[in-house]
C-alpha cells in the first residue's frame, strides 16, 4: 500500500520559518516527482513546489525566493523549507507523488494533509 508520511506542520509567527518533510513508503516503485500542494479555506488546491528524480524543481510563483524544496531519492523523502512565512501561507500542505509501478503504470498519491497556521 502506497503512503505518503508528512510531519512538520504547525503554528508560526509572520516572518518565521517552518519545514515539512514527506517520506514515501517502501511500497512506491518508483518515484518520478514528489513535491507539496496546499489548500486555504474556500480556495482552490495549488502547487507550492516539487522535485523530479533529477532534481529540476518548481514553485508556486507566490512562493518562489522564500521556499525551497529539496530530495533525498535514496530515502525517498523530501524537505520543504519556508522561510518569511506570511498570514496567506496559511493553509493545509499536502504532500504527492507521481510515480510508476513496475510495469510502467503512472500513479498519483496523496498524503493526508498537515496544517500550517502563520498567525500573530
Known amino acids: 500500500q502506497v503512503r505518503l508520511e508528512e510531519s512538520g506542520g504547525g503554528l508560526v509567527q509572520p516572518g518565521g520559518s517552518l519545514v515539512l518533510t514527506c517520506a514515501a513508503s517502501e511500497t512506491i516503485f518508483e518515484i518520478l516527482t514528489l513535491g507539496w500542494y496546499r489548500q486555504a479555506p474556500e480556495k482552490e488546491r495549488e502547487l507550492v513546489a516539487a522535485?523530479?528524480?533529477?532534481?529540476?524543481?518548481v514553485y508556486g510563483d507566490s512562493v518562489k525566493g522564500r521556499f525551497t524544496i529539496s530530495g533525498d531519492s535514496a530515502k525517498k523523502s523530501v524537505k520543504l523549507q519556508m522561510n518569511s512565512l506570511k498570514v496567506g501561507d496559511t493553509a493545509v500542505y499536502y504532500c504527492?507523488?507521481?510515480?510508476?509501478?513496475?510495469?510502467?503504470?503512472?500513479?498519483?498519491?496523496w498524503g493526508q494533509g498537515t496544517q500550517v497556521t502563520v498567525s500573530s
Open positions: 504527492h507523488a507521481d510515480h510508476m509501478g513496475p510495469h510502467g503504470t503512472g500513479y498519483n498519491s
Open positions: 522535485i523530479s528524480v533529477d532534481g529540476t524543481a
